[in-house]
């Protein structure tokens, strides 16, 4: 107990700085431009951030158990060219189950070497970034995918329809954020896979199939992806191969952002989503104050170190430490 | 001895976090060749101590005096360079690099330029190695070396400087009997060398055998001081935990049952062979024998962690078979691991999840869990097994050790298992949760289970098991009844001295 309170302040910093320094970012901004807190803007920030919330739910999962997934972007190219490219050849009712198979089985493929293999993670997606990449390119043949007839197809309803006013790609991301957030938080399968990216060993001596859950964390990235991929697709009704490139670490980003522990064991599709819209407000704040575009990619990147600086300090009570 | 000045002498400490008296006064005082135990249960204060003392902790009163002169730790490092040195219970060597680099490690010896001289090095290395009669080399990597070795390398670390004190924390937590005589000796030659030894343990076997003096604290306070010739472990242990500890031998019987388990001729590849037994329901049979015996590997096989190269398992009289820990747990065994941070509990959970994991998914509600079937699955046990804790949602990692075992415990009685088997029961554990511990495992054998209890500790086998199964390098050496069983047997048979099996 005495270890708890000791460091009162600064462990309170540390769990709860996140949110703290997101609050004086927001405010800040919105001295800086009131347009930022418009509700305009405030939709415009969810509806463009939902493509990668949806990854990041997926990528939850994962993270939480004990692994890490930097195939999601490649991954989200290749469901987005192979649903545009079947869209005009079978037609969008067979396209997007089949786009969702093949994404599915790559996901199975990941989940197989991760989980049953028992690979290591980042060496095993982040070839697969690389690998799914070059499947997209050889599929396309390198052009860009586009539908022919854009006006006459019912297939625009996921990325740019809309109900009782609210656009489609934030309801797919609520909705799958709720399932979601249910499955992991009040389902056997959610316990386990906490068990097993808390301590794999004593899951495994408490009779939990840790490769079976892990294979399970990897078929929900990818469905989560093939979401991402019709939404996108869905939403441009045209595409180039490179579309989801680099999103793999913003929808890390998001999920570290969220407290999700590196890890493994912790995290919440709740706390993700906060995320998901931390990143997505402070990327848009920037645009606003007139910062570059390209100057996101260093933010994203400050904004990650800042957030595993935090997780690691969340543990051992302070942000800075002699030893470990 | 008397007339000499103390190596190390600690007056008045207080140590206070925000609510909390950690240590509430302690004086300490260990003179030069003596080894001084320094015991208490588990928060009683000791490790506070230790990081006062070693520059890691700032005391709020107190002072530190070596050699009489008052001095204040600023750091490890200062305390090191003032001659109070620690060979901590784990290990912190780099396995890449050579003995002679991790012993020197921040401080190589250099030559002009900032190149390391390595004649040097690899000189001075051996000869500290050289004092500690070792059979290893300065160039060897530490990596290399077993467990007990690197402990040696961590000691021959503490020896680059002129030590006044040298403090062991659970030394030989992770060393074989073998390994043990081997640190006993380097204890003995730092003693004759008149360097001041304070050793940090909860095994009483060895406070006996190798101190001279044991100091108690229990919480946070100073409780005496005592000559360890002229005690014994009674005593001791009353002035750890306020009252007496129980290790009498096992005399209690109730009705065996039907025979739960029977194992015929069981192998697995070299660890252990042609392994038979059985255990009746209301009978705890203890598996006693070196690390290495093969009883933890006997365990894990029977918990399907392992798949057995020969023989039959047989429950209740029907033939098994049992390819996966989920394949045992349907079949009614149980398994307390040996490794109860590494295998047994998940520390960042909370005590409610960790203890209803293995059923979780026959606690539903729909497809739900039920939070409710877990609540109450929690509050049972924590009443049946005493854990205390401020509540469910607790995280594990923050109970004691002797809680977190119960934890685990109640995680298998909650299945409801026809074999309980526990691995190495009060391993860490304090001296009052132990015996809680004994007192359970007996009432459960007395409720109709079948328990087996595999322990590294004699006195424990003793104390709790009706039959014991003496094992050695992977085969089992004698079977003994409780009346039938004396220290002398047990312990020739579990050095393969008695030849034939029974």
New interface residues.
């Given amino acids: 107990?005495?270890?708890l309170?000791?460091k009162?302040l600064q462990g309170f910093l540390a769990r709860q700085g996140i949110l703290v320094a997101f609050a004086v970012f927001m405010i800040a901004f919105a001295v800086a431009n009131p347009r930022f807190i418009d509700i305009d803007n405030v939709f415009g920030v969810i509806r463009s951030s939902a493509i990668l919330g949806v990854m990041a739910l997926g990528v939850t999962f994962v993270v939480i158990g004990g692994n890490l997934d930097l195939s999601v972007g490649s991954m989200m190219s290749f469901s987005t060219i192979v649903v545009l490219d079947l869209h005009d050849k079978i037609g969008p009712t067979l396209a997007i189950p089949s786009m969702f198979a093949m994404t599915l089985a790559l996901g199975a493929f990941i989940g197989i070497l991760v989980g049953y293999l028992k690979l290591n993670s980042l060496i095993v997606t982040l070839g697969m970034l690389s690998a799914i990449h070059g499947l997209t390119l050889t599929y396309s043949g390198g052009k860009n995918m586009d539908i022919a007839d854009k006006s006459g197809t019912w297939f625009s309803v996921f990325g740019q329809g809309s109900v009782a006013g609210l656009p489609m790609p934030i309801l797919i991301f609520a909705g799958l954020a709720i399932v979601l957030s249910?499955i992991l938080s009040?389902?056997?399968f959610?316990?386990?896979v906490?068990?097993v990216g808390?301590?794999g060993?004593?899951?495994?001596?408490?009779?939990?199939?840790r490769a079976r859950v892990v294979f399970m964390t990897y078929l929900m990235s990818s469905f989560c992806v093939a979401t991402a991929g019709l939404i996108q697709a869905s939403r441009s009704l045209g595409s180039q191969n490179t579309v989801g490139q680099g999103m793999e670490l913003e929808v890390l980003a998001a999920v570290i952002l969220g407290g999700a522990s590196l890890l493994g064991?912790?995290g919440t599709i709740f706390k993700t989503v906060i995320g998901v819209l931390i990143l997505g407000f402070i990327q848009n704040g920037l645009l606003l104050l007139g910062l570059a575009f390209y100057a996101q990619y260093i933010v994203t990147w400050i904004i990650i170190i800042l957030a595993v600086w935090l997780d690691i300090a969340a543990k051992r009570g302070g942000l800075w430490s002699r030893i470990a | 001895m008397t007339d000499q000045t103390p190596a190390l002498r600690l007056e008045g400490i207080v140590k206070t976090f925000p609510g909390v008296r950690a240590l509430d006064g302690v004086s300490l005082t260990v003179m030069p060749g003596e080894v001084h135990a320094l015991m208490g249960e588990n928060g009683a204060g000791k490790s506070t101590l230790m990081k006062v003392l070693g520059g890691i902790l700032a005391p709020n009163e107190g002072q530190i005096f070596i050699e009489e002169q008052p001095t204040v730790m600023s750091s490890p490092m200062n305390a090191k360079a003032k001659g109070v040195v620690f060979i901590h219970q784990e290990l912190s060597l780099a396995d890449e690099l050579t003995v002679a680099e991790n012993i020197f490690l921040g401080e190589l010896p250099k030559k002009s330029f900032g190149r390391v001289d390595w004649q040097r090095l690899y000189d001075e290395t051996d000869a500290i190695l050289k004092t500690l009669n070792v059979g290893f080399a300065a160039r060897t990597r530490v990596g290399d070396l077993s467990i007990a070795n690197q402990q040696m390398v961590e000691i021959a670390r503490a020896l680059t400087v002129e030590p006044r004190a040298v403090i062991f924390d659970e030394p030989t937590a992770s060393l074989t009997d073998a390994e043990k005589v081997v640190l006993f000796e380097v204890i003995a030659d730092l003693q004759s060398r008149g360097v001041g030894v304070i050793y940090i343990s909860h095994r009483m076997e060895e406070i006996f055998k190798i101190t001279d003096r044991i100091s108690v604290l229990r919480d946070g306070q100073y409780r005496g001081t005592l000559n360890t010739a002229e005690t014994n472990e009674e005593e001791v242990t009353q002035l750890m935990i306020g009252r007496t500890l129980d290790l009498s031998r096992n005399e209690s019987t109730h009705e065996l049952g039907e025979v739960a388990l029977e194992v015929r001729g069981l192998s697995c590849g070299g660890l252990f062979e042609d392994v038979s037994f059985s255990v009746r329901r209301g009978e705890v049979v203890g598996f006693y024998g070196l690390v290495g015996a093969g009883r933890t590997e006997i365990a894990e096989t029977l918990f399907g962690l392992r798949e057995p190269s020969a023989g039959t398992i047989h429950l209740a009289g029907e033939e098994v078979s049992i390819h996966s820990p989920a394949d045992a747990i349907k079949r009614g065994i149980s398994l307390v691991p040996e490794d109860r941070k590494g295998q047994g509990l998940i520390l960042g959970m909370n005590c409610r999840d960790n203890m209803t994991l293995p059923q979780v998914s026959d606690l539903t509600a729909g497809p739900f869990v039920s939070d409710g079937a877990e609540v109450a699955i929690f509050d049972q046990y924590r009443d049946k097994l005493d854990i205390r804790t401020p509540g469910w949602r607790q995280l594990v990692g923050n109970l004691s050790g002797g809680n977190q075992q119960k934890i685990v415990i109640g995680k298998w009685l909650s299945m409801r298992p026809e074999v309980l088997i526990v691995d190495e029961p009060t391993r860490g554990i304090d001296v009052g949760s132990k015996s809680e511990i004994h007192n359970l495992i007996r009432e459960l054998a007395a409720q109709g289970y079948a328990v087996i209890v595999i322990s590294s500790e004699m006195p424990e086998v003793l104390h709790v098991s009706d039959r014991i199964v003496a094992m050695f390098s992977g085969r089992v050496m004698r079977e003994f009844t409780a009346e039938e069983v004396t220290e002398d047997s047990l312990i020739q048979a579990i050095s393969g001295l008695t030849g034939k099996t029974a």
């Fill in positions: 107990m005495a270890e309170t000791r009162g249910i009040r389902t056997p959610g316990r386990k906490y068990a808390g301590n060993v004593a899951a495994t001596f408490s009779g939990i199939p064991g912790s």
